[in-house]
């Protein structure tokens, strides 16, 4: 052999011996964040940790900004339990992110938040979402194939560096629990951006899986959330429908706001660029309206919402975790009185689970939170969900203390002070309301027509517009007097004869004749005082298209936990604009209602 190739083989083996002992590139990225930790300590505590920061590349190279808390000390052989904290819409890495246990500013936050786990001895990841803040990429709108990968490459690199165990513990809440809620139900898969699935494994080739779950008011399925038709319930009183057949009716203002959050704290890919995320062009198909032909109507943008954002029609995932055994135990904290994503999306996803799997693992707690019009800032309220959920990691993520909720179903009035309201728990959506009170009324006179604006009500009930004139936050709306009725509105006002409870979705049905060929079918229900003055309960939503001539209409309204009292009155206002909350429809209708029934669930059945 000549002199040239022997040092051709040389210097093959030297490149080959460099290789085989230098870090690939996915594990140089994590040991980067790795090397840039710094001592940090928790002074109202007496807490010291580790609080590390720097850029991560995903699985598809794009840049991401990250934080990684861990308790201080040496890191235990085969690492840390590990938890994945997401951000909402918008949002950042820092909302997690504290130097306290609890502070004054954020009551979700408060004993659940980097610093409250990594003192438990959990390692904790936050990193802001691609396409915000300092981020690179462009939002893919929460997409199992993008944000969802991310968080599973993310922690296959700690894993990888011996710093995370197997088993992911995943918390967001709005925009960060929509992944939550894909990621329970991935379990231990990966969908690729091609839209395959293979077994999720970290870049070393550990395999890895989400241990627990905890989506903090989000959505299950963006499409009902975002344009609500009418036809989805938690089953009790009315059955759970299509609710992608018609196309809903849009969220009108906070789908603007939070497109206009977007483009200020975030990038969207250029309008055409991208056709799995092209947001631009989706909002503005969607700000456009109803077409002619409903079918032709968005159909794009309903399949990328229905396939790649909502947990809720991912059958095959769900059938596949219960045949496999990996069914994800989840604890979903949703809003009664949250406007954008309220408690359906977890009661019917809940359900949904359990029809696969009567003992699938899933519970929910429903209370005022979330988005306006809730009140998210009770302190008396979240302090016990986030003691339940700290209770849960424990259990199934540390493997150490811990329990699951106390029932399957726990369910809290709405108060309108800073208090508690009286919790309610069952091991069924409808074991806690076994009673029924109903109201109905054959009296005419009762018409709407959709072109009047509805000043009264519409304004005073919308939820950016309450948060807006109240620095932000939901609450109450109560107005003085009652809002009376346009020619968009007409109402019923039954009186009420003793205490009852509300707990869940109220069901009304109406009987009408409608003139036109779409229709919003709303509706509004208000608690009325003695002193004239009106409580917004809860509201609903309804499209219906046909061809005119009579009609029964039946939903569920919004599910509300509300105590009614014995010499107030109850109404039910029906309108067909709820501008500016719900897009007014482009097509002009009439209904005149001949007959309404409404019915509740309540904690008991009362004698008058």
Same mark, same amino acid.
């Given at each position: 052999?000549?002199?040239?190739?022997?040092?051709?083989?040389?210097?093959?083996?030297?490149?080959?011996?460099?290789?085989?002992?230098?870090?690939?590139?996915?594990?140089?990225?994590?040991?980067?964040?790795?090397?840039?930790?710094?001592?940090?300590?928790?002074?109202?505590?007496?807490?010291?940790?580790?609080?590390?920061?720097?850029?991560?590349?995903?699985?598809?190279?794009?840049?991401?900004?990250?934080?990684?808390?861990?308790?201080?000390?040496?890191?235990?052989?085969?690492?840390?339990?590990?938890?994945?904290?997401?951000?909402?819409?918008?949002?950042?890495?820092?909302?997690?992110?504290?130097?306290?246990?609890?502070?004054?500013?954020?009551?979700?936050?408060?004993?659940?938040?980097?610093?409250?786990?990594?003192?438990?001895? &959990?390692?904790?990841?936050?990193?802001?979402?691609? =396409?915000?803040? @300092?981020?690179? #990429?462009?939002?893919?709108? +929460? !997409? %199992?194939?993008?944000?969802?990968?991310?968080?599973?490459?993310?922690?296959?690199?700690?894993?990888?560096?011996?710093?995370?165990?197997?088993?992911?513990?995943?918390?967001?809440?709005?925009?960060?629990?929509?992944?939550?809620?894909?990621?329970?139900?991935?379990?231990?898969?990966?969908?690729?951006?091609?839209?395959?699935?293979?077994?999720?494994?970290?870049?070393?080739?550990?395999?890895?899986?989400?241990?627990?779950?905890?989506?903090?008011?989000?959505?299950?399925?963006?499409?009902?959330?975002?344009?609500?038709?009418?036809?989805?319930?938690?089953?009790?009183?009315?059955?759970?429908?299509?609710?992608?057949?018609?196309?809903?009716?849009?969220?009108?203002?906070?789908?603007? &706001?939070?497109?206009?959050?977007?483009?200020?704290? =975030?990038?969207? @890919?250029?309008? #055409?660029?991208?056709?799995? +995320? !092209? %947001?631009?062009?989706?909002?503005?198909?969607?700000?456009?309206?109803?077409?002619?032909?409903?079918?032709?109507?968005?159909?794009?943008?309903?399949?990328?919402?229905?396939?790649?954002?909502?947990?809720?029609?991912?059958?095959?995932?769900?059938?596949?975790?219960?045949?496999?055994?990996?069914?994800?135990?989840?604890?979903?904290?949703?809003?009664?009185?949250?406007?954008?994503?309220?408690?359906?999306?977890?009661?019917?996803?809940?359900?949904?689970?359990?029809?696969?799997?009567?003992?699938?693992?899933?519970?929910?707690?429903?209370?005022?939170?979330?988005?306006?019009?809730?009140?998210?800032?009770?302190?008396?309220?979240?302090?016990?969900?986030?003691?339940?959920?700290?209770?849960?990691?424990?259990?199934?993520?540390?493997?150490? =203390?811990?329990?699951?909720?106390?029932?399957?179903?726990?369910?809290?009035?709405?108060?309108?002070?800073?208090?508690?309201?009286?919790?309610?728990?069952?091991?069924?959506?409808?074991?806690?309301?076994?009673?029924?009170?109903?109201?109905?009324?054959?009296?005419?006179?009762?018409?709407?027509?959709?072109?009047?604006?509805?000043?009264?009500?519409?304004?005073?009930?919308?939820?950016?517009?309450?948060?807006?004139?109240?620095?932000?936050?939901?609450?109450?709306?109560?107005?003085?007097?009652?809002?009376?009725?346009?020619?968009?509105?007409?109402?019923?006002?039954?009186?009420?004869?003793?205490?009852?409870?509300?707990?869940?979705?109220?069901?009304?049905?109406?009987?009408?004749?409608?003139?036109?060929?779409?229709?919003?079918?709303?509706?509004?229900?208000?608690?009325?005082?003695?002193?004239?003055?009106?409580?917004?309960?809860?509201?609903?939503?309804?499209?219906?298209?046909?061809?005119?001539?009579?009609?029964?209409?039946?939903?569920?309204?919004?599910?509300?936990?509300?105590?009614?009292?014995?010499?107030?009155?109850?109404?039910?206002?029906?309108?067909?604009?709820?501008?500016?909350?719900?897009?007014?429809?482009?097509?002009?209708?009439?209904?005149?209602?001949?007959?309404?029934?409404?019915?509740?669930?309540?904690?008991?059945?009362?004698?008058?």
């Amino acid at each position: 052999m000549g002199r040239s190739a022997r040092s051709r083989l040389l210097f093959l083996a030297a490149v080959l011996a460099f290789a085989a002992l230098s870090p690939q590139p996915a594990q140089a990225a994590s040991m980067l964040l790795l090397s840039s930790c710094q001592p940090r300590t928790d002074q109202t505590d007496s807490f010291s940790y580790r609080f590390c920061s720097g850029y991560v590349a995903s699985f598809d190279g794009v840049q991401l900004d990250t934080d990684l808390t861990m308790p201080a000390g040496t890191t235990p052989p085969g690492g840390y339990p590990l938890v994945v904290m997401m951000h909402g819409w918008g949002g950042s890495k820092s909302y997690w992110e504290t130097n306290d246990f609890c502070t004054t500013t954020s009551a979700d936050a408060c004993n659940y938040n980097n610093v409250w786990f990594a003192h438990r001895g &959990y390692a904790v990841l936050t990193y802001t979402a691609r =396409g915000f803040h @300092a981020s690179q #990429g462009y939002t893919h709108l +929460a !997409d %199992i194939r993008y944000e969802a990968h991310d968080t599973q490459y993310l922690s296959g690199l700690l894993a990888d560096a011996s710093v995370a165990m197997p088993g992911i513990g995943v918390t967001g809440l709005s925009y960060g629990g929509g992944q939550a809620w894909l990621l329970a139900v991935l379990a231990n898969q990966v969908m690729n951006p091609d839209g395959t699935l293979t077994s999720w494994r970290s870049p070393g080739g550990t395999p890895l899986h989400i241990a627990a779950a905890v989506p903090k008011y989000t959505w299950s399925d963006l499409v009902d959330a975002l344009q609500p038709n009418g036809r989805s319930s938690d089953g009790v009183l009315t059955p759970n429908g299509d609710r992608t057949n018609p196309i809903g009716i849009e969220k009108k203002s906070y789908v603007d &706001y939070f497109y206009q959050s977007g483009l200020q704290n =975030g990038r969207y @890919a250029a309008p #055409g660029q991208d056709p799995s +995320a !092209d %947001i631009s062009t989706w909002y503005a198909e969607i700000s456009a309206g109803e077409t002619p032909a409903q079918s032709g109507y968005a159909p794009g943008i309903i399949d990328q919402l229905v396939r790649y954002r909502s947990a809720y029609y991912q059958d095959s995932l769900i059938a596949s975790d219960v045949a496999n055994h990996s069914e994800t135990p989840i604890f979903a904290p949703q809003g009664w009185t949250d406007s954008l994503f309220p408690e359906s999306q977890a009661a019917s996803m809940i359900a949904k689970l359990r029809t696969a799997d009567p003992s699938w693992p899933a519970y929910m707690y429903a209370s005022d939170l979330g988005h306006p019009l809730a009140d998210n800032n009770k302190f008396s309220e979240w302090k016990v969900i986030n003691r339940a959920a700290t209770a849960f990691f424990d259990l199934h993520v540390r493997h150490s =203390g811990g329990a699951d909720p106390a029932a399957a179903y726990q369910e809290q009035i709405v108060r309108c002070d800073s208090r508690a309201g009286q919790m309610y728990a069952s091991a069924t959506a409808s074991g806690a309301a076994p009673g029924r009170v109903a109201f109905q009324s054959s009296q005419s006179g009762h018409a709407t027509v959709s072109a009047p604006t509805d000043p009264a009500a519409g304004v005073a009930t919308d939820p950016i517009a309450f948060a807006a004139q109240h620095s932000g936050n939901g609450g109450c709306v109560r107005l003085t007097p009652a809002p009376p009725d346009s020619g968009a509105s007409t109402s019923w006002t039954f009186p009420i004869c003793a205490d009852f409870t509300l707990l869940g979705e109220p069901a009304l049905h109406l009987n009408a004749t409608l003139l036109g060929t779409d229709a919003e079918i709303n509706s509004r229900l208000w608690d009325i005082a003695p002193d004239g003055s009106a409580t917004l309960v809860t509201r609903g939503a309804y499209r219906w298209t046909g061809s005119g001539g009579a009609a029964s209409v039946a939903y569920a309204l919004l599910g509300s936990g509300w105590k009614f009292a014995a010499g107030h009155q109850l109404r039910i206002q029906v309108t067909q604009n709820d501008v500016p909350y719900l897009r007014l429809d482009n097509y002009q209708s009439s209904a005149v209602y001949s007959s309404m029934q409404l019915t509740l669930p309540t904690t008991a059945s009362i004698g008058c």
